[in-house]
C-alpha cells in the first residue's frame, strides 16, 4: 500500500492544504516537514505521543522531519483549544522544559540516519533577535486583523468571558513565521499538527507564499478522544505524561488497558506500527472475544 494510502486508511489524515498535490509528494518522499512542539511542562504527554508517531511515520517513508521545540512560542501560549489564557513561565522554568522535551523527541525520531536525518529547532533562535519595530514592519503588515480574528482558536475567546490578550492574539503570527523561517533555510514545505492548528497552520503557508514566493503545505491529524470524547491522555484532570518520573509506567499502563474497546482500533492505527492486517485481525478478536482481554 502506498503511503498516501495508508495514512487515509489509519485515520491519520484530517485536512490538507493541497489534497492532489500531497498525495503525489508523500508517496515520492523526500520532503522536509516539520512539526512544533510548545515547552510548556518538562515532558510531552500521550496526545503529543500521536504526532511523534505520525513524525515517524513520515521518516520511514523517506521524509526528513524538522522538530521544532518552541522556546520563543512558548513564552506566548497558544490560545488553539484553550478557554482561558495560561500562566506565564519564567525563562529558567522554560530552557528546563526545551532540555527534557529535547532528550524526549531523541527517543523517537532518528536524528543519525543519513539523508533524512531529524534536525531539532528552537525557534527563539530567530525570534530572540528580531525587534518590534522591525517585526511591524516585514511580518506584522502582511497579516489582516479580519482575517486574524475568523480563526476559530480566536472566536472562541474572543466571545467568551476571559477574552483574549494581544499576547495570544499575537501566537498565529509568530507560528507563521516560523514556517518562512524553515522555509528559507531549511527548505520545509510541510507542516504537521493537530486539527486544533488549522488557522495557526494555514497562517503560516499564506504568510511564507507572501515573504519567500514560494508553495508550502499542510496537514492536520484528527484530536484523539476517548470514547466520552474528552481529549485523549488526560486522566481524571491530569496529563498523562510520556516521562516515567512524571507518570509511571504502571499508570500509563492502566489508563491504556482501561480505554473502551470501542477505541481500540483507532488507536492501534494511529499509536502503532502494527499493519492494518494484524489490527483487523485484533479487532475482529475483540468484538468477538471481549473476555480473553487482558
Known amino acids: 500500500m502506498k503511503f498516501f494510502d495508508e ?9 490538507l492544504s493541497h489534497e492532489q498535490e500531497l498525495e503525489k509528494k508523500f508517496n515520492e518522499g523526500g520532503m522536509s516537514f516539520y512539526c512544533g512542539y510548545d515547552p510548556s511542562a518538562k515532558s510531552l504527554q500521550l496526545g503529543n505521543l500521536f504526532t511523534i508517531v505520525t513524525c515517524m511515520r513520515f521518516q520511514k517513508a523517506g521524509h526528513k ?3 521544532l521545540v518552541g522556546g520563543a512560542t512558548g513564552m506566548i501560549g497558544d490560545p488553539s483549544g484553550k478557554s482561558e489564557e495560561r500562566n506565564l513561565l519564567d525563562v529558567e522554568t522554560l530552557n528546563d522544559n526545551i532540555k527534557g522535551i529535547r532528550e524526549q523527541l531523541g527517543q523517537f525520531v532518528n536524528f543519525d540516519c543519513g539523508e533524512n536525518s531529524a534536525v531539532l529547532v528552537n525557534n527563539a533562535d530567530w525570534w530572540s533577535g528580531l525587534g518590534f519595530l522591525e517585526f511591524l514592519r516585514t511580518i506584522g503588515k502582511r497579516f489582516r486583523v479580519n482575517e486574524m480574528l475568523n480563526k476559530d482558536s480566536v472566536k472562541s475567546r474572543i466571545t467568551s468571558d476571559s477574552g483574549i490578550s494581544l499576547t ?3 501566537y498565529q503570527v509568530l507560528q507563521a513565521y516560523d514556517f518562512v523561517t524553515l522555509n528559507k533555510n531549511h527548505n520545509v514545505t510541510l507542516q504537521l499538527g493537530g486539527s486544533d492548528q488549522w488557522g495557526n497552520m494555514t497562517a503560516g503557508t499564506d504568510l511564507t507564499r507572501k515573504m519567500n514566493q514560494n508553495q508550502v503545505y499542510c496537514m492536520t491529524m484528527p484530536l484523539i478522544t476517548d470514547q466520552n470524547g474528552k481529549k485523549f491522555g488526560k486522566s481524571e ?6 516521562s516515567a518520573e512524571m507518570t509511571s509506567p504502571y499508570k500509563m499502563y492502566q ?3 482501561n480505554q473502551d474497546d470501542s477505541i481500540v482500533d483507532s488507536l492501534l492505527k494511529c499509536y502503532t506500527f502494527l499493519s492494518l492486517e494484524e ?10 472475544e471481549p473476555h480473553l482481554r487482558a
Open 7 to 15: 495514512l487515509k486508511a489509519r485515520g491519520i489524515i484530517e485536512a
Open 65 to 67: 522531519p524538522y522538530m
Open 168 to 170: 495570544e492574539f499575537s
Open 237 to 242: 484532570g491530569n496529563a498523562v505524561y510520556l
Open 255 to 257: 489508563f491504556l488497558l
Open 279 to 288: 489490527i483487523a485481525s485484533l479487532k475482529d478478536k475483540t468484538e468477538n
